[in-house]
């Protein structure tokens, strides 16, 4: 019910996570992210504690692949979750389980990993791992790139509802953290592309405001965040 990507910026060693699904609030259950650490998604038939659980080994040092494979370990059903991971170096790692429904499978590429499950067809995962690679500028244009890219080879067999970008960058918080976590009539994945035009313009302003306000540019609203 769900394809999503995980990635690292060379460039600007942010981390980012975009994911889309028939099910409602995919962001909010399958997309984490730790600035410095990684990025990770748990999907399929979500088990959301492993998306921390898997960010803590990544957090200890452990790779990509290590902290995959703890993961697995400390679920009860592993055959049932599709795991993706990104870690500091730029390695990746998935998980597929025997019981991921429907189509399912994965793809790897550089700094990045995609994968799905209940898939329009085999051809979705590689099809992101393509664009993302393909595409220049900010990680959430590379992101949002393959994203579209799903969309363009079909995308996951049932109506999609629910679209997630996860960016973090050095500050504990989200650099980025865009959902759409319901629609009926709109395609999410198209309603996150443009709230990140919107939101990326502003997004490094946001951060001075946080850590020095009287370095950041004021828009002369009470209250502007």
Not at 53 to 75: I, N
């Amino acid at each position: 019910m769900t394809f999503s990507i995980v990635a690292r910026c060379v460039k600007t060693g942010q981390f980012g996570v975009a994911i889309s699904s028939s099910s409602p609030a995919v962001a909010a259950r399958c997309a984490w992210a730790r600035a410095g650490i990684g990025a990770v998604t748990t999907q399929n038939v979500t088990n959301p504690a492993l998306g921390p659980f898997m960010l803590e080994k990544l957090a200890g040092g452990e790779s990509a692949a290590q902290a995959v494979s703890a993961a697995r370990q400390h679920d009860a059903f592993p055959d049932y979750r599709q795991l993706l991971a990104v870690d500091v170096n730029g390695e990746t790692a998935t998980h597929s389980g025997t019981q991921a429904l429907g189509t399912w499978t994965s793809a790897s590429g550089k700094d990045c990993a995609a994968g799905g499950n209940l898939l329009a067809n085999d051809s979705v995962p590689a099809a992101m791992i393509e664009a993302f690679e393909a595409t220049e500028g900010p990680l959430g244009d590379r992101l949002i790139a393959a994203l579209n890219a799903a969309l363009d080879h079909g995308g996951e067999a049932g109506p999609l509802h629910s679209a997630g970008l996860l960016i973090v960058n050095r500050a504990s918080w989200p650099y980025a953290e865009l959902r759409i976590d319901w629609l009926d009539d709109d395609c999410p994945v198209e309603a996150v592309a443009r709230a990140w035009d919107v939101y990326k313009v502003q997004a490094d302003d946001y951060i001075t405001r946080a850590l020095n306000p009287i370095a950041a540019p004021s828009y002369g609203v009470p209250g502007d965040q």
